[in-house]
């Protein structure tokens, strides 16, 4: 149950990450919205899974990089961001340290 609502806890950070670019500065009442429940939603999510004994760290480690990995794809694929050979590689290195994380936690 933990690691389903990490999950969906990254899902509210992308969401919300994603809304704050479209919100334009916070102009866009929308997107400004979406963004504020998204990150409300997304730390609970984070609290409520951390509660359920997940590993601080590991939680973090999980939550972060993969969100950071989601949103530099989504930029790419959505938003003309670019996507170099060197984003690409920063991100394999986060999903590395994400498993390696991972792996040392397991006892």
């Known amino acids: ?3 389903l609502l990490l999950t969906l806890a990254i899902a509210c950070e992308v969401t919300a990450t994603s809304a704050l ?10 997107w400004t919205i979406t963004t504020a429940i998204g990150y409300i939603a997304s730390f609970t999510l984070l609290a409520q ?8 760290g590991t939680a973090y480690a999980v939550w972060a ?5 989601a949103i530099a794809l ?11 050979p060197l984003k690409i590689g ?5 999903i590395g340290g994400v498993v ?3 792996l040392a936690a397991t006892p």
């Open 1 to 3: 149950m933990a690691w």
């Open 100 to 102: 390696i994380l991972n």
């Open 65 to 69: 990089g993969a969100g950071t990995a």
């Open 21 to 30: 670019k479209l919100s334009d500065g916070f102009t866009h009442p929308g």
């Open 49 to 56: 899974a951390l509660k359920l004994h997940l590993d601080m």
């Open 74 to 84: 989504i930029g790419a694929a959505f938003m003309g961001e670019t996507l170099t």
């Open 90 to 94: 920063g991100i394999l290195l986060i």
